[in-house]
């Protein structure tokens, strides 16, 4: 019977692969910055998003509203719909209304974060250049991709209402500890899910954080970005990282 392949000689060969792939990147890196010249290419990028971003924050409002009127009315309905099915039913339109409510969610969650992005960019865009002669696009900048934030979080907070009445659930998102109190109305499966889904975040968290820092501290060396961003990712990942061990700690000691 073969040994599975682990331990030391995984270490060893994963340990090899990440040299000859370092060395690569970094041979590729040392030539591009050695042959060509990227002083202007930043700037071209946030140009090019500012013309974008206008247009961009319109759609996606709309698009947003528009998903807001069918993801509704396709949750009321069903739970209409629910309330006088047999059990086997009960449990398929359960699943359609979970799948939906979480698409919408992650869209609207992305709204919300790309629209502050949006209103960064814009608010470093005019500082760095003429604000008198073009203050009236900055305005209007700025209250479109603040529309555009707060659709993201009425529209996801609405749709919350709505899951949360169908399955009898406590907790407002305004309120002060909302998420805990919607965890502690959950029956013992539904937290089970709970905690197996918070830990693939915090893992894929984790690792995300690993390529961002990466990937940042190749943009310093071809763009100067900056290291700020990489301090910042180092501070998530400890943060991350020390949440959920300490509340792992805590809940042993509980129980």
């Not at 030391?8 to 060509?36: C, D, P, Q, S």
């Not at 398929?92 to 609207?108: D, G, L, P």
Request: glycine share 6%; aromatic share 12%; charged share 15%.
């Amino acid at each position: 019977m073969n040994k599975p392949f682990g331990g030391t000689k995984r270490f060893i060969a994963i340990l090899i692969i990440a040299g000859l792939f370092g060395g690569v990147v970094g041979y590729g890196i040392g030539t591009l910055i050695k042959h060509n010249n990227f002083s202007n290419l930043t700037m071209l990028v946030k140009s090019g998003l500012m013309q974008v971003i206008t247009p961009a924050s319109i759609i996606l409002s709309i698009v947003a509203i528009f998903w807001f009127m069918k993801t509704r009315s396709f949750l009321l309905q069903s739970i209409a719909r629910m309330e006088e099915a047999e059990d086997e039913e009960a449990d398929v339109i359960e699943y359609n209304m979970t799948k939906v409510n979480a698409r919408f969610v992650v869209f609207s969650s992305f709204l919300s974060v790309l629209a502050i992005f949006f209103i960064c960019e814009t608010v470093d865009w005019y500082l760095v250049q003429e604000m008198d002669a073009q203050n009236t696009m900055f305005f209007v900048q700025l209250v479109l991709e603040v529309i555009m934030s707060l659709i993201g979080g009425f529209t996801s907070a609405a749709i919350y209402k709505i899951i949360k009445k169908a399955y009898h659930k406590e907790g407002e998102p305004g309120d002060k500890n909302w998420q805990q109190i919607y965890f502690n109305s959950l029956d013992e499966a539904e937290q089970m899910a709970a905690y197996k889904a918070s830990r693939k975040a915090m893992q894929a968290g984790c690792k995300g954080c690993i390529v961002l820092m990466i990937v940042s501290l190749i943009s310093n060396v071809l763009f100067h970005t900056g290291t700020f961003v990489i301090f910042i990712l180092m501070i998530l990942y400890i943060f991350i990282e020390l949440t959920y061990e300490l509340t792992v700690t805590k809940e042993g000691k509980t129980r």
